[in-house]
């Protein structure tokens, strides 16, 4: 066996897809987050065409959707092969509701700009595809709250998870620090008052369903969504502006 073979090994793993580019003909390049190997860009052929037992499976790589994969692997590639690919969800509302989606590829999104390296991290995945599973069912105020929550809970994976120590004490959210202080920072970067209040019960919520309680209007979730950005801007390095923001305020409304 050579020794390319010995370090190229067939494996079982999920997959969410994160982002896909057309290449060539008929084939397409994706980059999943993985169960088993995390950040991964594959070349997938021939998905981009039909033929008499039916079209080709495209449709798979739609951005969030979550697959069961089975991948060749070497480590000293940065482009791997997908051997074979099915749903492992399939979503009833994501691709279709207009909202649902709208807030799925805003975290898609935010996923992007966050996971650079290709390390795995079986935790990070499984709060992923829980979330994007979450999404999919919610209603109301839980849908319309799901971004701040995602935002909120997802930075604890990369390091700056904001510490729910609120307070009558401590009112103050100093975004550069990422924590509750009880005076107010010399610089603007800071929430206070209500913003600061929902911000903690966010923090608090453990669950999806438990933001049904949290009754927000359209301008604090706009509000929070921007200072949200701005905290992963000042943690993370070339994070600059969502597109997606823009988007998803307008369908929020």
């Known amino acids: 066996m050579s020794r390319r073979k010995e370090r190229e090994m067939l494996h079982k793993t999920k997959g969410i897809v994160l982002k ?11 980059t999943l987050y993985t169960e088993l ?12 065409t039909s033929s008499k037992k039916g079209p080709g499976k495209a449709n798979l790589f739609q951005p969030s959707a979550i697959l069961d994969l089975i991948v060749y ?31 799925a590829v805003f975290m ?27 999404l999919d069912t919610s209603e109301g105020r839980v849908q319309a709250n799901f971004p701040l929550f995602f935002m909120l809970h997802l930075a604890g994976f990369f390091g ?3 510490q729910d120590i609120y307070s009558e004490k401590t009112p103050f959210l100093d975004l550069q620090e990422g924590q ?6 010399e610089h603007h970067q800071v929430l206070e008052g209500n913003h600061s209040y929902i911000t903690a019960q966010l923090l608090r919520a453990q669950q999806p369903a438990e933001l049904q309680e949290l009754a927000l209007n359209q301008e604090t979730r706009r509000a929070l969504l921007q200072a949200y950005q701005l905290f ?11 597109r997606t923001l823009s988007v998803l305020q307008t369908v929020l409304a």
């Open 160 to 162: 700056f998870r904001i």
């Open 73 to 103: 692997h070497n480590d000293l590639k940065n482009l791997q092969r997908i051997r074979e690919m099915k749903w492992s969800a399939l979503y009833q509302h994501i691709f279709f509701d207009v909202l649902k989606n709208a807030v």
């Open 232 to 242: 992963y801007a000042l943690h993370i390095p070339e994070f600059g502006e969502m």
């Open 20 to 30: 896909t580019v057309k290449y060539g003909e008929t084939s397409l390049i994706a």
């Open 108 to 134: 898609v999104e935010l996923l992007t700009k966050c996971i650079k390296q290709p390390e795995p991290n079986p935790d990070l995945f499984y709060f992923i595809e829980d979330a994007f599973l979450h």
């Open 37 to 48: 190997f995390g950040l991964q860009t594959y070349i997938v052929s021939g998905v981009r």
């Open 180 to 185: 509750f202080v009880a005076e107010h920072p």
